[in-house]
């Protein structure tokens, strides 16, 4: 069985989750370590920027380069709190994101919040 590294948010140290036979992490495997996480991101050093990974049919799926090494970080968001603070001024000030995003990768989460059953009006989301 392989695992792969994620940080968690709360004290930093990193814990081992293990992957599917089709190599995919279940989006429930990730919420039963960290209950808030809608998603994983990881630092591209080729691109020098962070990238999120692609969320289907409640499975996260690797990186073109694989899972690699990579120590992969927690995407949560609390209440509806997120959509407005990110709309108004493009900081992150209530809920836990880890780390900012931009405005693209700002439209995927809302595709991973949908998917992961989180209320959000469509006034919220206006900004798209």
């Given at each position: ?26 989006l ?70 880890a ?18 059953g ?11």
């Amino acid at each position: 069985m392989n695992y792969i590294s994620v940080k968690s948010p709360s004290c930093g140290r990193t814990i081992e989750l293990p992957l599917e036979d089709d190599d995919s992490l279940l989006l429930t495997t990730l919420k039963s370590q960290f209950p808030d996480a809608i998603g994983l991101t990881f630092y591209c050093e080729s691109s020098q920027g962070t990238r999120g990974l692609k969320l289907n049919e409640g499975k996260l799926w690797p990186p073109r380069e694989g899972w690699s090494n990579i120590i992969y970080s927690c995407t949560s968001i609390k209440g509806k709190t997120y959509m407005k603070h990110r709309r108004q001024d493009m900081v992150a000030e209530g809920p836990t994101v880890a780390p900012i995003v931009e405005v693209e990768e700002l439209k995927k989460l809302d595709e991973i919040a949908k998917e992961g059953g989180w209320a959000i009006e469509q006034e919220e989301i206006d900004y798209m």
